[in-house]
């Protein structure tokens, strides 16, 4: 079928894109073979509007048929990366060539030493990508890679309570975004000096995206008042799906049970709006661990292959 590639324009495109995730993601039986509909949301209004500020207009590529049907998306998650977001209906080996291509066209990055190098992220059981992967000269990365965990809903889940005095809930008003903010920086920075932490004006764009619900996004409040620990629930209704991205704990608070007890409250609230299916990404073993705690021990490998030139 004759495809015809243009760039992202408007904001109309990111509606347009974000109906077609939904498909994909019901065409996939709910497998994250391209990006579940969350992850785009919490690239287009966190990652990328906080972190990498990519251009969307330069950023992002679109394959539509004649009648302006959505076949494919490219994009990137940080600089040097790609994701391959294609309908099942409309995969063939010439569109994964001429988005591998434009791939390496766009978002190539020049090291140190000169060379272009770029990461294209594949499936593990996805043998035509890997192919073609090894045949265009990349090859698996040593980076880590996702594991796509899930769990079914209807499966019982266990009744994890935070240790005594700790008291889980729903996010506050914007008077509690530096008090969030703050528990995500020593989460996920817990050996960066503290002169590096930026402020709390990106939690504000994570709540402009449109999944974002408060009472979905839940933290774990120690005695003192502190956060201690946070996560974010993902809900989309259209798939019945929920997620959890991210979810952390400070570090003078880990290996109490908060993050398993956190978890377990976002299950049942998102199992209590109608989800049936719950998903969490992980990288790290002490992410996998309290992961599989809570039930998710299915999962998919999504790796990184990497092609310098
Ligand atoms: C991963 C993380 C959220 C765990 O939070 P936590 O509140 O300490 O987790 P819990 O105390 O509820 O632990 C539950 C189970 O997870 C596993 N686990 C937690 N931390 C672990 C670690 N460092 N190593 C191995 N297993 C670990 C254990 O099985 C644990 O049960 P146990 O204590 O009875 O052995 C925390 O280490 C963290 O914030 N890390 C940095 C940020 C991050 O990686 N977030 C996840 C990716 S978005």
Redesign the pocket.
């Known amino acids: 079928m004759k495809l015809t590639l243009r760039k992202y324009q408007q904001d109309e495109d990111h509606w347009k894109i974000r109906a077609f995730l939904r498909d994909v993601f019901l065409a996939n039986q709910r497998r994250e073979m391209s990006w579940p509909l969350y992850r785009w949301d919490y690239w287009r209004w966190h990652v990328n509007e906080n972190i990498f500020r990519f251009d969307l207009s330069a950023a992002i590529f679109m394959w539509e048929t004649n009648e302006g049907r959505l076949a494919a998306v490219l994009n990137p998650d940080g600089p040097g990366e790609a994701f391959l977001q294609v309908h099942p209906e409309f995969r063939s080996s010439e569109l994964e060539v001429e988005m591998i291509s434009a791939a390496e066209i766009q978002f190539a990055t020049t090291q140190s030493d000169g060379r272009q190098r770029l990461i294209v992220w594949a499936h593990e059981n996805d043998p035509e990508r890997q192919a073609l992967l090894q045949r265009r000269g990349y090859t698996r990365g040593t980076w880590l890679p996702e594991h796509q965990r899930r769990r079914d809903l209807r499966d019982p889940i266990p009744d994890?309570q935070p240790a005594e005095g700790f008291t889980i809930r729903a996010l506050g008003d914007v008077n509690e975004h530096p008090a969030r903010s703050w528990v995500s920086w020593k989460?996920?920075h817990?050996d960066e000096p503290d002169e590096k932490y930026q402020g709390h004006d990106w939690y504000a764009n994570v709540q402009r995206a449109p999944l974002y619900r408060r009472d979905l996004d839940l933290v774990a409040a120690a005695p003192n008042g502190e956060f201690a620990?946070f996560c974010t629930l993902w809900f989309d209704d259209v798939t019945r799906t929920a997620a959890?991205?991210?979810?952390?704990?400070?570090?003078d608070?880990?290996?109490?049970?908060?993050?398993?007890?956190?978890?377990a409250e976002g299950l049942r609230r998102v199992r209590g709006l109608g989800a049936t299916l719950c998903t969490?990404?992980?990288?790290?073993?002490?992410?996998?661990?309290?992961?599989?705690?809570l039930g998710f021990t299915a999962y998919d490998l999504c790796e990184a292959w990497v092609k310098e030139w």
């Open positions: 994890f989460a996920f817990p620990a959890f991205e991210p979810v952390g704990t400070h570090p608070y880990q290996r109490k049970g908060l993050g398993k007890a956190l978890m969490v990404g992980s990288y790290s073993e002490a992410a996998g661990a309290l992961y599989a705690s």
